[in-house]
């Protein structure tokens, strides 16, 4: 036995990065993209934008920070901007370009964003961890402002927020719940696939690559600024689109002020729960915050049937995320992500070890 | 002898007036293993990092496989062959081995960023072809054990060895090792130092070499150059360098 040969393959894996080759078969995914297009035509109307839409537009927010934060190691606060931009990068084009095709109108609307990104992602390539989180509190700041404090971006409409043109595709009218669901689930699914095929890429090992040691990622031959500069573009192009369905197909305005600080802290605060560094985990995190408060509200209402009022079930939502939020940076970066993988590790050993 | 692969001539580096190397010159030739000792503090991990551009020079000048390096850079070194492992572990600490191992292959990659995104054009093929290499290496190094361990949880020694996996798996003409034996007993510097023969003689990588154990170094190396407070006191086959009085007292004599 040679001195080198250290300790055996552990039995038990904890890290989610080799939980993760256990990879959910193509069947699966393919069965659960499915069930929700399926999902869509039996649920109650109520259920789109009480749950569905808003889960999936979240999701992909989340997904397109988890890249920039989770995989490229970049934090950011700036999420609401970019989803700001979107929405007026893609109401303009709507407005002012009628004849193009909607995926088309959207797609501008994501470059517009990943434009924005890349301009407030050049600090980065000076500064790292508070001080570009701080940069992209400017953008934070700015990029709403600009758009209410300018009229022509709305279109001069006076009211501050303007009602989102009619969403039409192939001749199909997607104003209905069912048509917003169908063009937010589409949307979520071609970009979750793109962004997957990033994140096993080679670009995205050299993202996670900058994120865990930059001077070694140079010195292995990886461009820095580039990739740095293209997680924020893509992260950005992602959020923008997130954006832009947030308005068209979730609120039915374009505001400004949906765009706002807070906005940003939640996408933040699902990729911190759901699990840094995993497609999946922005997923999980956005059912959580989704669905979190409705259950909370739901128990108090029919379990307290009034002793408890709507304030005082949201200060009790806002305890749980802060605790929550304290608990995974603290304990488990990985978020509910990793501790499902290894909750379902634990079943299939079940019978043998606990 | 061949002709050099690098030469470095009259390099000088100081950190805020401490003077690190002061006006080193010296060549290493095509083909050789060349150990760079000295006590600690000498400047040999400073002299490595100006020779792949982490830090630049106050004055001197690099000439590599023949061209001069006006403005070496991490990633421009990388690219021309320069390979390098670091004294302190640089790992990626969250990626597996595999991963790791990948990454160091970036420098040969072609794939564009919307190939990748598309998964179209040369990405499956290249990244089919990188996994190979990826797992050629692996297994020359004989850590296909672990492959999928998160890097951060091995083992120092294991560490070490990752990371020359990293540095070789693009086959760099030259290779830079900091120390990669430190911290290892003797049977671990024997297995290394095997590696490191095969290497150099199978693939024909040229390596630059720092390393305490003067035992290692003279079984190892074809040349020696010796660092002492940032100058270079003695230049020569190992056993020139053994019976250099000035390298005696410097050094040798306060290790024995
Ligand atoms: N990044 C740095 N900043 C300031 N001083 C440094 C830096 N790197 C090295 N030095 C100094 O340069 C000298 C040589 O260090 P080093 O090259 O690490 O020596 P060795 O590798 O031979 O032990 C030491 O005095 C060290 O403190
Ligand atoms: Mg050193």
Redesign the pocket.
Known sequence: MTALAAPAPPETVESPEVLRRWRVGPLAIAGLVLAFYALGFVVHDYWFNAILIPFLIMALAGLGLNLLTGYAGQASLGTGAFMSVGAFATYNVLLRLPDLPLPVSLVIGGLFGALAGVIFGLPSLRIKGFYLTASTLAAQFFLPWLFNQYGWFSNYTTSGSISAPKLVFLGADLSTPLGRYLLTLTSVVILTWLAWNLVTSQVGRNWMAIRDMDTAAAVAGIPIAFNKLASFAISSFIIAIAGALWAFAYLGTVDARSFDLDRSFTVLFIIIIGGMGSIAGAFIGSAFVILVPILISNVSANLFAGAIDAGQSENLQKILFGALIVYFLIKEPNGLYALLLRARRRLALWPLKS | MSEALLSIRDVS?S??G?K??TAISFDVADGEICALI??????????L?VINGV?RSDRGELTFAGKALRRPRPRLAARLGIGRTF?NNALFKRLTVLDNVLAGLTRKARASLLEHTFRVGRSASESRHFRELAEDTIAFLEIEAYRDWIVGQLPYGLQKRVELARALVSRPRLLLL?EPMAGMNHDEKQEISRFILDVNRDLKTTIVL?EHDIGVVMGLSDHVVV?DY?RKIGDGSPQEVRDNPDVVTAYLGTVH
């Open positions: 580096l950190f805020k401490i690190a190397l000295g006590p600690n503090g000498a400047g040999k991990s400073s002299l990092n830090y004294q900091d720092i660092l940032g």
